[in-house]
């Protein structure tokens, strides 16, 4: 994919699945994706990891309050979000690579969303997890971090 990667992807998953997001809305879609297979690298979506997907949802809702949206809409697309990401994630096979590739060539250009990915990636890994974090998600965090070069711009 191109330097337009996000644009690209955002053609071929609507020409698939219609949703309701702008390419803004989207890019924060791809944004959090690698967040939603941490929490849900065992597979399974059961009722506590659903938890998480609203909680991660809601953030999304509540980075859009502070852009400047009115709560309704804040609200609506948190819903929207929830939904996206739960479908991607019964459809991992099929957009796994294309969003982690859109991802990887979308840092290129935006450098400094690589902490708030880290972060986010990490937040939600550790309140997944009553004690540590366990080797499926030791393994998919280490997996993100190469794919998508995480750790070049901590510091």
């Known amino acids: 994919?191109?330097?337009?990667?996000?644009?690209?992807?955002?053609?071929?998953?609507?020409?698939?699945?219609?949703?309701?997001?702008?390419?803004?809305?989207?890019?924060l879609l791809v944004e959090f994706f690698p967040t939603a297979l941490v929490v849900l690298c065992d597979g399974v979506l059961d009722e506590e990891e659903k938890v998480y997907i609203d909680r991660l949802a809601k953030s999304v809702g509540n980075i859009f309050l502070e852009d400047g949206y009115a709560p309704q809409k804040a609200t609506a697309l948190s819903k929207i979000f929830g939904e996206e990401l739960e479908y991607l994630i019964h459809h991992q096979e099929t957009w796994k690579g294309d969003f982690l590739d859109a991802l990887r060539a979308h840092l290129i250009h935006y450098p400094e969303q690589k902490?708030?990915?880290?972060?986010?990636?990490?937040?939600?890994?550790?309140?997944?997890q009553e004690d540590?974090?366990?080797?499926?998600?030791q393994a998919m965090i280490h997996f993100l971090k190469e794919t998508l070069n995480l750790e070049e711009n901590i510091s």
Do not use: C, W
């Not at 191109?2 to 989207?26: G, M």
């Open 1 to 27: 994919m191109s330097s337009n990667a996000v644009n690209e992807l955002f053609q071929l998953y609507f020409k698939n699945r219609p949703a309701n997001l702008d390419i803004h809305q989207f890019t």
């Open 115 to 128: 902490d708030n990915i880290l972060d986010t990636i990490y937040l939600f890994a550790e309140a997944s």
């Open 132 to 137: 540590e974090l366990g080797a499926p998600e």
